[in-house]
C-alpha cells in the first residue's frame, strides 16, 4: 500500500509537471501556472537520489522567480521560495553553508504572511523557520550528512519541498514518511511534514 501510494504520488505531479509545462507555451506569464509547475518539481523532488533533487529545486527556483517577477505580492509563490530555500539549506555540508539560505527562507516566509496575514501555514512556517537551523545542527551533530549533495552560495541562489497551501491538493495532503535518505527524509521531509502540520491543538483538560 504504501509503495503504491509513493508511485501514484510520483504519477500524479508528473502529469502535473508536463500539463504546466505544455500551458507555458501558450502563456509564459500565468504566474499560478509557473506555481504549480516549481510545486511539482519540488513534490518531485523529494523521491529522487540527492543529486537529481537538487537539480530540480533549482530549476523549481527559476520558475518561481519568474512568477514572482511577474507577480510580485503573489503569498503562494512566496511561502514556496521559503521552503525551496529550506531545502537547500538542508542539503548542505556546513552551519556557515545552511545560514543564509535559512535566513533566505524567513524573508520569505515573513513576506507571504505579509500578504496573507490570517494564513495558519504560514504563519506556521514562518514560526518553525527560527527551528529550522537547529535540526539542520543535530543531523550534522550526528553525522547525517554523509549522503548531502554540498550546495555553495554559487550552486543556487534560492529553493524546496513545498505545497500551495492554498490550494491543498485533496487526496495528495500527504503524509511525509521518515525514511529514506538519510538527510533528505530527515532534513527536508522533516521541514515539509512540520509546515504542513495544520493539526489542531488538543483540546484543553477538562475541569
Known amino acids: 500500500m504504501e509503495v503504491s ?44 537520489c540527492p543529486q537529481d533533487s537538487l537539480k530540480m529545486i533549482q530549476d523549481a527556483i527559476v520558475k518561481l522567480e519568474q512568477a514572482l517577477s511577474i507577480n510580485p505580492r503573489k503569498h503562494e509563490t512566496l511561502w514556496c521560495l521559503g521552503n525551496a530555500q529550506t531545502s537547500l539549506a538542508f542539503l548542505t555540508k556546513t552551519e556557515d553553508e545552511a545560514r543564509p539560505y535559512f535566513k533566505q527562507a524567513a524573508k520569505y516566509f515573513l513576506q507571504a504572511v505579509d500578504e496573507d496575514p490570517t494564513n495558519e501555514v504560514y504563519l506556521k512556517s514562518l514560526e518553525i523557520s527560527s527551528k529550522a537551523p537547529e535540526l539542520h545542527r543535530e543531523i550534522l551533530k550526528h553525522g547525517l550528512d554523509q549522503q548531502i549533495v554540498g550546495v555553495g552560495p554559487s550552486a543556487a541562489t534560492s529553493s524546496s519541498s513545498a505545497k500551495d497551501a492554498k490550494k491543498g491538493k485533496k487526496s495528495y495532503d500527504l503524509k511525509y514518511d521518515r525514511v529514506g535518505w538519510i538527510v533528505l527524509a530527515i532534513g527536508i521531509v522533516v521541514w ?16
Not at 501514484?8 to 504566474?31: C, G, M, V
Open 192 to 207: 515539509v511534514g512540520f509546515a504542513k502540520s495544520q493539526m489542531p491543538p488538543p483540546p484543553p483538560p477538562s475541569g
Open 5 to 48: 501510494n509513493k508511485l501514484d504520488k510520483l504519477l500524479f505531479f508528473e502529469q502535473a509537471r508536463k500539463i504546466s509545462e505544455a500551458n507555458y507555451t501558450s502563456d509564459p506569464n500565468d504566474a499560478d501556472n509557473l506555481t504549480r509547475w516549481a510545486e511539482s518539481l519540488l513534490e518531485l523532488s523529494q523521491c529522487q
